[in-house]
């Protein structure tokens, strides 16, 4: 079995007792690995790189690599002066000193140290939860908002750039299989529907970035609540995990992810479209969170574009979700038939939520 060779690459103290999959991610394969020593036990994160989503696996290890050092002194300075222990992933060496090992088909496999007693969900939990999150994200975006962009290699090219999104769509719907899954469902029909009312609407983002309106900067890329980790022992955020998605891009694609994951209580499997709504509450718990950390980095124009960024995003994975399903799942794992289809209708119900609480999303953000 290539996982448990693979866990034992790395420098890790000890002898290896046991490998469990581990989350529910869309993306890569990854392991809770336990190693003992006759005195200690140490656990640690194994993944299998997706190569067919990561491209260039050097590359989003390098990025991980530049931001962890980069944090990881700058939480060592503070301690002492924040309210508590905050924490960021380590990327475990192999025994050779490399940030990743292949395996013999060629398959590129990191190790991360595991945030222990801490926990991230699927859902959001409570109105604290909610504050937490955005306390965890507004802290590493201020930490690294003065990390040099340039320095970064563009991992995931196209990513959040909503018109690729809509050109990949239009792919699918080119092909012949593209057609007959939408021509076998009235379903997949209203959600394209759907889509076509709001192509225009695809490029605000990057039509403002090419006015110099909105800066490039270092994001995480993918924030959702899943994402964040909160303490067991205190209830309180520690640290944001999953980091191969960081990248040079806009704060929005963070700060629309991280509310379009969050203020939907429903989560994003939910087979009940009823229940899908943005909860302005969480919204404003969230924000509250994120500006006690965020230390006001943000620019005068980037915060005019703040209720944009939540509609886009959220419409954004509804697409991708859609064009996916169009094209026969081969980005997002599924796990029955039409689940991708499904995951769009879900994401085109909060957008819905979202259009027509635009007045109160706005005065909420405009806090920040």
């Known amino acids: 079995m290539y996982s448990s060779m693979m866990a034992q690459r790395f420098k890790v103290d000890g002898r290896l007792v046991n490998m469990e999959a581990l989350g529910s991610g869309n993306i890569n394969d990854t392991y809770l690995v336990t190693f003992r020593t006759v005195f200690s036990e140490e656990r640690f994160v194994l993944q299998r790189i997706n190569t067919k989503v990561f491209k260039f696996p050097g590359k989003v290890m390098d990025n991980m690599h530049l931001i962890t050092n980069f944090v990881h002194a700058k939480l060592e300075a503070e301690i002492g002066r924040t309210d508590r222990v905050w924490q960021l992933p380590r990327v475990i060496p192999t025994k050779e000193g490399m940030d990743y090992a292949l395996d013999g088909e060629g398959n590129y496999w990191r190790a991360i140290s595991l945030i222990a007693s801490a926990h991230a969900y699927e859902k959001i939990q409570t109105q604290e939860h909610a504050h937490e999150i955005g306390a965890v994200l507004g802290h590493f975006h201020s930490l690294i908002s003065d990390f040099p962009c340039e320095q970064l290699h563009d991992t995931l090219e196209g990513f959040h750039i909503t018109p690729g999104y ?111 709504q943005f909860n302005l509450e969480l919204c404003r718990n969230l924000i509250r969170g994120y500006k006690e950390h965020a230390n006001d980095f943000l620019t005068t124009g980037e915060k005019a574009y703040l209720y944009e960024c939540v509609r886009l995003i959220t419409f954004e994975l509804g697409l991708r979700f859609f064009a996916d399903f169009l094209a026969g799942d081969v980005y997002f794992k599924s796990r029955y038939e039409n689940q991708n289809l499904q995951r769009a209708r879900v994401q085109f119900q909060l957008v819905r939520s979202i259009e027509a609480r635009e007045h109160d999303i706005r005065d909420i953000l405009s806090t920040l």
Request: aromatic share 2%; glycine share 8%.
């Open 166 to 276: 809509l050109a990949q769509l239009d792919e699918a719907l080119a092909t012949e299989d593209g057609q007959m899954r939408l021509k076998a469902s009235t379903v997949a029909q209203d959600a394209l529907h759907f889509i076509e009312k709001r192509r225009d609407f695809c490029s605000v983002l990057e039509d403002a970035k090419e006015r110099g309106d909105i800066p490039m900067r270092p994001i995480h890329g993918d924030p959702k609540i899943s994402n964040i980790m909160i303490d067991d022992l205190t209830g309180k955020g520690t640290c944001i995990i999953d980091l191969d998605t960081v990248k040079p891009g806009l704060v929005h694609y963070d700060i629309g992810d991280c509310l379009r994951s969050c203020c939907n209580p429903a989560g994003e499997e939910t087979s009940d479209l009823t229940s899908v």
